[in-house]
C-alpha cells in the first residue's frame, strides 16, 4: 500500500511522513524521533501540538505499539479476496453481537475479532465508534478465554483500541488492567508480550501509570517476564517497567519486587532496554541502595557505557553519575575502572543528552570540563 494510503495517525505531526520510529513526549503525543529531536535540539521546550511547557529534559518513550500497528498494516493491507458484504463489514454491532451470541462458534467469533482488529487499526473515527458500539466490555471477556488465538486477537484489539487517549481511559475505567495482568501472568508466551507492549501504551496517561502500579501483581508480573521471558518478553516488560516507572512511587515498588538485580543481569547480557529502567530506577533512594550492594554494577554499567548503543550510554552515564552522588565508595570504584577517559571523549559526542550526562558525571569524578 502506499504511504499515502496509510491512516493519518501514522504520520508524523510535524513531518507530516509516515513514523517510522514514533516515539512519546511527554504531553502524550506521538512523534517520528527524528523529527522531535530536531525540534527539541533546536532549543524548543514545549510540545509542538499542544504548545504545553515540557520538562528540562524531555524523555521520548519509544511507541513500539504504534510502530507494531504500521509494520503490520503495511503488511495487512491488500484486500481479502472475498470481501464480506459492507453492511457486515462496517457494522461493528454487528460484530459484537456475534462474538456475545451463545450460538457462535469459535470459528465465527475469531473472525469477528479479526474483523474488529482491522477496523480498530483504521482511524480515530472508527476506534470511536468501536468504543461506542459496546466492543470494549465484550473484547475483556474474550481474554479470558483458553483458546490462546482468541486471547491474542483480543489482546491486539485491545492495544489498537488503546491507541487514543479517551480509549486508555476508558479501557481502564473498565477494567482492562486486570485481564492484562492476568494474560501476563498466562501460559501463552505471544499473549504475554502483547499484554506487556498494552501496558506501555496505557502508561502514556499519567494517571494510568499510578493505577498499573497500585494493581496487584502489576509490576511482579512485568518483572517475572524479564526473569522468564523469552527475548521478546523481556524486551517489552523492560519497555513498559520504564513507562511505569517515570511515575517515582512505581520506581519504589519495582525495587521491592526485586527488579533491580534481574535488570542488571539481563543488562549484562545485552538488553539495553535494561539500562533505561535501572536509570529510573536509580532516581529514587531505594534503587541507588540494592545497585551499591551488587556485586558488578559498576562492571556492567561501564561496559554499556563503552559497547553499547546511544542509548544504552546515555543512561549507562545516567546511572553511574546518580550513584556516585549517592556513595563515594561508588565514586571510587567507577574511577578505578577508568570512567574518567571514556568521558572527557563522550562530553565531544553529537549526542546532546549523552554530552550532558557525561559533563555531569566528569564533575562528580572530580574533572573540570572547562579545562578541557
Known sequence: MAAWQLPDDFRCPISLEIMTDPVILSSGHTFDRASIQRWLDSGHRTCPITKLPLPKHPSLIPNHALRS??????????????????????????????????????????????????????????????????????????????????QEKALSLVLNLSLDDDNKVGLVAEGAIGKIVAALRGNFASCRALAATIITSLAVVEVNKALIGEYPFAIESL?????????????????????????????????????????????????????EVLGLLAKCKEGREVMARFNGTVRILVRVLRTGGSKGVQYALLTLYSLCCYSGRMGVAVRKEGVLEDCWRLVEDENEKIRRNASNLVQVLGGDCSMR
Not at 117 to 129: E, G, H, N, Q
Open 69 to 150: 500497528l504500521i509494520s503490520n498494516f503495511a503488511l495487512s493491507s491488500l484486500p481479502p479476496a472475498k470481501p464480506h458484504p459492507p453492511s457486515f463489514q462496517q457494522d461493528p454491532h454487528a460484530l459484537v453481537s456475534t462474538l456475545t451470541s451463545r450460538s457462535s462458534d469459535i470459528a465465527s467469533k475469531l473472525d469477528c475479532l479479526s474483523r474488529l482488529v482491522k477496523l480498530a487499526k483504521r482511524d480515530p473515527a472508527s476506534r470511536r465508534r468501536l468504543s461506542e458500539s459496546g466492543t470494549v466490555s465484550v473484547v475483556l471477556r474474550c481474554i479470558d478465554s483458553d483458546d490462546p488465538v482468541m
Open 223 to 275: 518483572i517475572a517476564l524479564l526473569t522468564d521471558g523469552n527475548g521478546r518478553e523481556k524486551k517489552e516488560a523492560a519497555t513498559a517497567l520504564f513507562a511505569i516507572c517515570s511515575f517515582s512511587d512505581n520506581r519504589k515498588r519495582a525495587v521491592a519486587s526485586g527488579a533491580v538485580p534481574i535488570l542488571l543481569s539481563i543488562a549484562d547480557s545485552g538488553l539495553e532496554r535494561a539500562v
